[in-house]
Nanobody, 124 residues
Framework: QVQLLESGGGLVQAGGSLRLSCAFSGGTFSSYAMGWFRQAPGKEREFVAAISWSGRITDYAAFAKGRFTISRDNAKNTMYLQMNSLKPEDTAAYYC?????????????????WGQGTQVTVSS
């Protein structure tokens, strides 16, 4: 049973940085594409970034390009999201997800496994 556990969220001032981690267990991490999504209060969950099983291919939402970096360490069964230049509008619960079919999945429906989320709050 695949399990995902996010960590690294917290409270940060605008302009600051955070690095989220997603620990993977219960399967072969290197055979899964991985992604990050976020959901702000009163809004739908939205795509943030995705990374292929090898780490060679990535994709980002427009708002994440240039500020966020997705990466993975297959030896540690862990995926990361480095977030820089954070803005108050980045405040949301951030979720990691795993998919064994698509190369770089960008929609929620592509993903089979989800974590519980970690809260990121950016103060102005």
């Amino acid at each position: 049973q695949v399990q995902l556990l996010e960590s690294g969220g917290g409270l940060v001032q605008a302009g600051g940085s955070l690095r989220l981690s997603c620990a993977f267990s219960g399967g072969t991490f290197s055979s899964y594409a991985m992604g990050w999504f976020r959901q702000a209060p009163g809004k739908e969950r939205e795509f943030v970034a995705a990374i292929s099983w090898s780490g060679r291919i990535t994709d980002y939402a427009a708002f994440a390009k240039g500020r966020f970096t997705i990466s993975r360490d297959n030896a540690k069964n862990t995926m990361y999201l480095q977030m820089n230049s954070l803005k108050p509008e980045d405040t949301a619960a951030y979720y990691c997800a795993a998919d064994q079919v698509s190369v770089v999945p960008t929609t929620q429906e592509d993903y089979d496994h989800w974590g519980q989320g970690t809260q990121v709050t950016v103060s102005s």
